[in-house]
């Protein structure tokens, strides 16, 4: 089964500055594609950004953007200008092209600092 | 456009009982998964419905179950409660057939506590 890790529990980052977010994954699979999802303290999981693995190009969506290694099965998350809003659970998933079944890592608690 | 909606929010039950959520999805989705979220086990999916069939069932007991009806609407019910089934419970829907090209939306969730 496909396995998904977020290695931080917890990150903190400075207002207006930049974080970066881990994530590795493990699959035998050669198509797929890659998630990350925010989960503010409402509770209501919000999609920040996905990635398909046959793109070569790193999805961007505005302040958002991710660093896609393939090969090493690395999927890691950039917040530039960090706001306060950013402040919530990140999840990194992971969803085959071929199955309906997401599979999500542990989370990484992110805290903006004022 | 309303997003999804989950009933109740917040349930409290004991053991042995049982319990059914509801889940209103995006007007318009045919999809629903269900999801359990705890701080141990972090998010893990228990099954997907499109057009009222279940098409992908998570590694979960035959306790938890559910179904779809011809509105989208879906139901998840949890029969003989135990503790360790207090959780956060999160739908999400999309739109089409291919789930694997969809976004999901999420709800809000439904808190679960078994005492």
């Known amino acids: 089964a496909q396995t998904v890790t977020q290695s931080q529990p917890e990150m903190s980052v400075q207002e207006a500055e930049t974080v970066t977010l881990s994530c590795t994954y493990d699959?035998?699979?050669?198509?797929?594609?890659l998630f990350w999802y925010k989960q503010p303290p409402s509770r209501q999981m919000i999609l920040v950004i996905r990635?398909?693995?046959?793109?070569?190009q790193n999805a961007t969506e505005n302040r958002f953007s991710v660093n896609f290694q393939k090969a090493a099965k690395s999927f890691s998350l950039k917040i530039s200008d960090s706001q306060l809003g950013d402040a919530a659970m990140y999840f990194c998933?992971?969803?085959?092209?071929?199955?309906?079944?997401?599979?999500f890592g542990t989370g990484t608690s992110l805290t903006v600092i004022p | 456009k309303a997003g999804v909606t989950q009933t109740p929010r917040y349930l409290i039950k004991t053991r042995g009982q049982q319990v059914t959520l509801s889940c209103s999805p995006i007007?318009?989705?045919?999809?629903v998964s269900w999801y359990q979220q705890t701080p141990g086990q972090g998010l893990q999916f228990l099954f997907e419905?499109?057009?009222?069939?279940?098409?992908n069932k998570g590694n979960f007991p035959g306790r938890f179950s559910g179904r779809q009806f011809s509105n989208s609407r879906s139901e998840m019910n949890v029969s003989t409660l135990e503790l360790g089934d207090s959780a956060l419970y999160l739908c999400?829907?999309?739109?089409?057939?291919?789930?694997?090209?969809?976004?999901?939306?999420f709800g809000p969730g439904t808190r679960l506590t078994v005492l």
């Open positions: 990635q398909e693995a046959y793109k070569q």
């Open positions: 999400a829907s999309s739109l089409s057939a291919s789930l694997s090209t969809d976004t999901q939306y």
């Open positions: 007007s318009g989705h045919r999809s």
């Open positions: 699959t035998s699979e050669s198509d797929y594609y």
């Open positions: 998933a992971y969803r085959s092209a071929t199955g309906n079944q997401f599979y």
């Open positions: 419905y499109f057009s009222e069939t279940q098409r």
